[in-house]
C-alpha cells in the first residue's frame, strides 16, 4: 500500500486480557516509531526501530509493554495484562531512514473495559 | 531534553480570519521543528517543518511558520481560515541531526465558525 497501515482500526478488550497490534510501513522505509494518544498524557513516543540496531525502548511506560519488528518490516505491539489506563489511540510511523520524516498510520484505539 | 509547549488547547477563529496556533520550545541542541495535523479519525499529517535552513517555513494548505530562535517560538499561522482547517494541531520538536524521536506538545483544536 502507499501508505502506513495498522491493524485491527478498534480493539475492546477485558482487563488483564493481552492484545497484539500491528504496523505494516511503508515498503523500504527502515525505521518505525509507535506512539500513544491518551487523553491524560497527549502523544507519547514508545519505541523506535532502525534498520538491525537495538530497538530504543525508553519510552514503554512498563514492562507490560514489548513490541517486536520481524524482517526489518512489519511490527507488532503488544501489551500483557491490560489495564483500563492503556485505554488509548496507538499510532505507528515509519520513515525512509532516521532523520527523515515519519509518516503516520490511522492507529489502533484500544478500550479496555 | 526537548519540551514543547503549546499554548491554549483550542482556539476558535471565524472564516476568512487570521490562525495563529502558538508553539514554544525548549532544546538544548539546535532543534528540528515540525507542526503535524490531526483530522477527526485520521492520522497524524505533517503540515511543514523546519530544519535549520530558512526560518520562515511554508507548509501545506497555505500554512507556514517561523522559527524565531530568540523567542524559542515556532508559531504556525495561516491568513485567512477555512472550515476545512478545523482540526488538531501538533507542535513537535526532536533533535537535530539524529532520528525522529518526535517530542510532542499538548495539541490545540482548532475550531472555525462561519
Known amino acids: 500500500g502507499a501508505g502506513v497501515s495498522q491493524s485491527p482500526s478498534n480493539k475492546v478488550t477485558e482487563k488483564g486480557k493481552d492484545v497484539e497490534l500491528r504496523c505494516d510501513p511503508i515498503?523500504?522505509?527502515?525505521?518505525l516509531y509507535w506512539y500513544r494518544q491518551s487523553l491524560g498524557q497527549g502523544l507519547e513516543f514508545l519505541i523506535y526501530?532502525?534498520?538491525?540496531?537495538?530497538?530504543?525502548k525508553s519510552g514503554l511506560p512498563s514492562d507490560r509493554f514489548s513490541a517486536e519488528r520481524t524482517g526489518g518490516s512489519v511490527s507488532t505491539l503488544t501489551i500483557q495484562r491490560t489495564q483500563q489506563e492503556d485505554s488509548a489511540v496507538y499510532l505507528c510511523?515509519?520513515?525512509?531512514?532516521?532523520?527523515?520524516?515519519?509518516?503516520f498510520g490511522p492507529g489502533t484505539r484500544l478500550t479496555v473495559l | 531534553a526537548q519540551s514543547v509547549t503549546q499554548l491554549g488547547s483550542h482556539v476558535s477563529v471565524s472564516e476568512g480570519a487570521l490562525v495563529l496556533l502558538r508553539c514554544n520550545y525548549s532544546?538544548?541542541?539546535?532543534?528540528?521543528l515540525f507542526w503535524y495535523v490531526q483530522y477527526p479519525n485520521q492520522g497524524l499529517q505533517l503540515l511543514l517543518k523546519?530544519?535549520?535552513?530558512?526560518?520562515l517555513v511554508k507548509g501545506i494548505n497555505g500554512f507556514e511558520a517561523e522559527f524565531k530562535k530568540s523567542e524559542t517560538s515556532f508559531h504556525l499561522t495561516k491568513p485567512s481560515a477555512h472550515m476545512s482547517d478545523a482540526a488538531e494541531y501538533f507542535c513537535?520538536?526532536?533533535?537535530?541531526?539524529?532520528?525522529?524521536?518526535?517530542?510532542f506538545g499538548a495539541g490545540t483544536r482548532l475550531a472555525v465558525h462561519p
Open positions: 510511523a515509519s520513515s525512509l531512514d532516521a532523520g527523515k520524516d515519519e509518516f
Open positions: 532544546s538544548s541542541v539546535p532543534p528540528y
Open positions: 513537535a520538536v526532536t533533535l537535530s541531526g539524529g532520528y525522529n524521536k518526535l517530542i
Open positions: 526501530f532502525q534498520g538491525n540496531s537495538a530497538p530504543d
Open positions: 523546519y530544519t535549520s535552513a530558512a526560518t
Open positions: 515498503s523500504g522505509h527502515t525505521a
